[in-house]
């Protein structure tokens, strides 16, 4: 089956900064990676998601690439807000969803 | 829209007891899956409907969890007996295929003493 590393499991940042957080996937057959962001005690809410025929995709101040050779994708926050505190989620999907660790992003006012 | 529905969102009750969560996906959603998370951790599947079909059930333990979906709308996930490291949140999503937008419920988190 699918395995999904994610890093970094914590991450602070001052406000204003950047946050990087990458994700690598095993299965060449996934074709959609979606990120979540979980607020403590929250439902995870889909915040971004690029398709296997896309290298990158952005939102504002999100944005996703993925390097599907590599077999990898990561998250790009620019311009972070203490309001983007919270848990993301990187996911790898063929019909089954298949979820990374978690990352802790702090950012500090 | 509603979104997906879950209830309860807490239980606590105390080991070897039986117990229940029931989850209402989007409307036209035909695919539902039932997610664990642990505290810190992602979530990790339990088992995916295709209508009222379950697809992968490979990770549910089957000696003390059940779940069905009968009408291929809602489903329930039940577990007994529970055990102290059942404690956890349970998770409820749906999507309209296996490759399409996955939605949560805002979860039932379990307590068991």
């Known amino acids: 089956g699918e395995n999904v590393e994610q890093h970094p499991s914590t991450l602070s940042v001052q406000e204003g900064d950047s946050a990087v957080i990458k994700c690598t996937y095993s299965?060449?057959?996934?074709?959609?990676f979606p990120w979540y962001k979980q607020e403590l005690g929250k439902r995870p809410q889909l915040i971004i998601d690029i398709r296997s025929n896309v290298g990158e995709k952005k939102d504002q101040r999100i944005a996703v690439t993925l390097n599907k050779t590599a077999k990898h994708f990561s998250l790009h926050i620019t311009e972070t807000q203490p309001e983007d505190s919270a848990v993301y989620f990187c996911a790898a999907s063929n019909n089954q969803f298949y979820f990374g660790t978690g990352t802790s992003l702090t950012v500090i006012p | 829209e509603a979104g997906v529905v879950q209830s309860p969102r807490y239980k606590i009750i105390e080991k070897k007891q039986p117990v229940a969560f029931w989850c209402n996906p989007i409307?036209?959603?035909?695919?539902l899956y039932w997610y664990l998370q642990n505290l810190g951790q992602g979530p990790e599947l339990l088992i995916r409907y295709e209508n009222e079909e379950a697809v992968d059930d490979s990770q549910l333990p089957k000696d003390r969890f059940s779940a069905e979906r009968l009408k291929g709308v809602d489903s329930t996930l039940k577990i007994q007996p529970a055990e102290l490291g059942d404690s956890a949140v349970y998770l409820c999503?749906?999507?309209?295929?296996?490759?399409?937008?996955?939605?949560f419920g805002a979860g039932s988190r379990l307590t068991v003493l």
């Open positions: 999503a749906s999507s309209f295929s296996g490759a399409n937008v996955l939605t």
């Open positions: 409307s036209g959603h035909n695919t």
């Open positions: 299965d060449s057959a996934s074709n959609y």
